[in-house]
């Protein structure tokens, strides 16, 4: 009996304890998981999704509407993904994919109770929508839509997908949780307004994530540099909330417990003003947690109460466990519960105690989250750590500020702007340290994603900790590092500079777009299209020098030539534009005018024949003809064969050429037919149009002599540019083609009196 009485008893120890845990939770969290996807893929709603149903649906908003990043197109279209629950639907009769009727539902099914057409249920869905009338939507408000039913990842959870293509209606204002926070976050815009413009933008992003505003270079700056972090709602934004609200409670001498209520009720005013939507609540979770660990020492406890938090929180919402910003913020907090008091400690030893903490908790952040960079992109983010530490002293103050003007604005807008200003200068610190960071040679580098990507991970650390192990080994480490990072950052440039000495023309790596610059002198260049984004033509021109642009042409209004419009005339002064004489289309035509107006600069259509002599480069328009009708069939064919079109040369000092260049924009078949029948010169280089799609006439091709050719196309761009047929009829022609998405900004240089071509590389 006792060898039975041992047998069946229960096996104690932490050991057995923790496997008895982890089994608890991983049956409750499968449990809910079971349920969730029996939800979502039964019912009536996964019915019509299977059958792509047009229906007409009430939906309750559950998080902001999510501007969705437009990669490419002719024209400016605002579309949206927006995280919503779906309560009533309706399919539309006689539309193309309705079910037909299979009688009422009996009561009690878990599913809906149908009355008519109409169907009760309560699902969350995801709506793909665009058209106006999104972007200020609330969560918690009630809207009816038109769309179409589509199918979902049930790895989501969700439903079904809703593509939505007209305006919303709106059945019912927000909550007054939700009202409060859209009035706080409209109060914190308007009075960021007095700020820099790349510090308007990113203020509301580092208080309360709000990034509507926040330029796309900066963006793009913030990811380089692995801060991109501070843009969205996080456990560390309420740590600096609360420990603001404990300092202040200290001062006033409160106790303990009244402290700690004090600063549970700042978090929970803060998570009002960055709206209480899900991931904010799970920020709100991982924020407590950190924060409340780190202040008393106790990280165990803050281990053991980040664990439960997880639980909780999967429990809640089990997809949450597929997401990765749910992933990097657990990580995150753990890294900064377990490495960061540790290295705090022995750090401390040698310099003070505050400033091993400031160099800690990023670094400790950054460790931990670093496996679940290398899954997700495949790159290793080299100067993420000291950005973080150069950009972190700047944040607190910010948020602390920010989040001060927000609840004033309501008040007072003036004492709300007196705040920002002191803000607006940590937030221009912090730009500051994005741009230098991202400019690096070797910001990130290249690394094997996915799990092999991991495995390398694992192994690099466990070399690296076996070349650590001794002090000796360490030093002879820290010097050959040492060394690398003098090659990189000093060497490496000095070897390999861009731009090249003397450069005459570049194509401007701005994705599915063209972007051009022709130096007229020292930091001046006409520019000739921007691009589809501000950011990157921006940039390109930054790294040129290009402070002066005396002239600017804008062959077509298509956006991936005029989109970049406000990057070029960032802090730049431009004398003039040349625009084509077609105004299709007519929105992105009005948005150009109306910038150029808002800036004072002249906009001319020129005809054929106009002529510019800016030093050694003469420019000369060939094309269009104002008063030749529209060619083409389709708005978009009519405006690309109304591109202006450029014939550029280049003269030494005593006036002989040294090299041309037809710069021809996004002419097709039709214009190139025309032209080539008008007489085309003979030149040395030749921007293909249309970035080389398939539209192109072999007869223009052969005609400009050209000897080599450039083609601005995007990496990936799904308009299959460059067409291959086009490629192999330049080849054939003898031309050497030269590709910005293979090659990066491509330079036009005069070596021997001759022309050559001098690709950057990726």
């Known amino acids: 009996m006792g060898g039975a009485d041992r ?39 996964a019915e019509l999704a299977a059958r792509h149903a047009t229906v007409v649906a009430e939906v309750e908003i559950g998080d902001d509407p999510r501007a969705r990043p437009q990669r490419g197109g002719l024209t400016r279209r605002e579309s949206f993904v927006v995280e919503a629950r779906m309560l009533a639907v309706q399919p539309v009769t006689g539309a193309a994919g309705a079910p037909p009727s299979s009688g009422p539902r009996p009561p009690g099914d878990g599913h809906a109770v149908e009355t008519g057409g109409r169907v009760r249920v309560d699902v969350p869905v995801v709506l793909l929508a665009s058209g106006d009338g999104w972007r200020a939507l609330l969560p918690s408000q009630r809207i009816r839509v038109r769309g179409r039913l589509g199918t979902s990842d049930r790895g989501d959870l969700t439903a079904a997908v ?25 109060g914190l815009r308007e009075a960021s307004d007095v700020l820099s413009e790349g510090a308007r933008g990113l203020l509301p992003g580092l208080v309360i994530g709000d990034v509507s505003r926040l330029d796309e270079e900066i963006k793009e700056n913030f990811v380089a540099a692995g801060l991109s972090h501070l843009t969205a709602v996080s456990g560390a934004n309420l740590a600096f909330i609360a420990g603001a609200a404990l300092m202040i409670a200290r001062l006033l001498g409160l106790p303990l417990p009244v402290r700690a209520i004090v600063a549970v009720v700042a978090m929970a005013g803060f998570a009002v003003v960055a709206r209480p939507s899900p991931s904010v609540i799970r920020a709100l979770a991982m924020g407590i947690v950190a924060a409340l660990a780190l202040g008393t020492g106790r990280t165990r406890d803050g281990v053991a109460a980040l664990s439960a938090t997880v639980l909780g929180l999967i429990l809640f919402n089990p997809g949450l466990a597929r997401q990765y910003g749910f992933a990097l913020s657990v990580f995150a907090t753990g890294g900064i519960l377990v490495l960061a008091p540790r290295w705090r400690d022995r750090m401390a030893s040698r310099m003070p105690r505050w400033m091993a903490e400031a160099i800690a908790v990023p670094a400790a952040a950054q460790v931990a989250v670093t496996p679940l960079l290398v899954l997700m992109s495949g790159q290793l983010g080299l100067v993420a750590i000291p950005a973080n530490l150069l950009a972190g002293p700047a944040v607190a103050p910010a948020t602390l500020l920010g989040f001060g003007a927000a609840i004033v604005a309501p008040v007072s807008m003036a004492a709300a702007q007196l705040l920002v200003r002191p803000a607006g200068l940590a937030a221009d610190w912090i730009i500051a340290v994005a741009e230098r960071a991202a400019a690096l040679p070797a910001a990130t580098i290249d690394w094997p994603g996915g799990v092999p990507g991991l495995a390398l991970l694992a192994v690099a650390v466990v070399v690296g900790r076996l070349l650590l192990w001794r002090r000796l080994r360490r030093y002879v480490l820290a010097v050959l590092l040492a060394g690398a990072l003098v090659v990189v950052l000093v060497i490496g440039p000095a070897t390999s500079p861009w731009p090249p000495p003397g450069w005459l023309l570049v194509a401007c790596d701005v994705g599915q777009g063209d972007g051009l610059a022709l130096s007229t002198g020292p930091g ?51 004398g003039a534009a040349v625009v084509s004489p077609g105004r299709v289309p007519a929105s992105e035509s009005a948005r150009v005018s109306a910038e150029l107006r808002a800036r004072r600069i002249p906009e001319w259509v020129v005809p054929p024949g106009g002529r510019w002599r800016f030093g050694p480069v003469e420019l000369t328009v060939i094309a269009p003809d104002p008063d030749t009708p529209g060619e083409g069939s389709g708005e978009g064919a009519i405006a690309n064969n109304a591109s202006v079109v450029l014939l550029v040369r280049w003269l030494d000092p005593r006036g002989s050429p040294m090299g041309s260049a037809l710069l021809a924009g996004d002419l097709e078949t039709e214009a190139q037919a025309r032209l080539r029948r008008q007489g085309i010169p003979r030149v040395d280089l030749l921007k293909v149009p249309h970035h080389g799609s398939l539209r192109q006439d072999p007869a223009f091709l052969a005609d400009t002599r050209a000897g080599a050719a450039l083609i601005s196309v995007g990496a990936g761009n799904d308009y299959g540019h460059p067409a291959p047929l086009t490629m192999t009829r330049l080849h054939l022609l003898g031309m050497r083609t030269y590709r910005t998405d293979v090659s990066g900004d491509i330079a036009v240089v005069e070596r021997g009196g001759r022309l050559a071509v001098v690709p950057r590389g990726r």
């Open 162 to 186: 809703l593509l939505v293509r007209e305006p919303p209606e709106v059945l019912s204002g927000p909550s007054a949780p939700q009202r409060v926070a859209g009035e706080l976050r409209a």
């Open 7 to 45: 047998v069946g008893r229960v096996p104690r120890g932490p050991v057995a304890g923790t496997a008895l845990a982890a089994l608890a939770c991983g049956a409750a969290t499968a449990a809910v998981v079971a349920v969730k996807v029996h939800t979502v893929g039964t019912g009536p709603v």
């Open 524 to 574: 001046s260049a006409v520019v000739i299209d921007t691009g589809p984004k501000p950011g990157l033509a921006n940039r390109c021109l930054r790294d040129l020098g290009v402070t002066r642009v005396p002239l600017l042409f804008l062959s077509h209004p298509h956006l991936d030539h005029v989109g970049g419009l406000t990057g070029v005339l960032r802090g730049r002064s431009v």
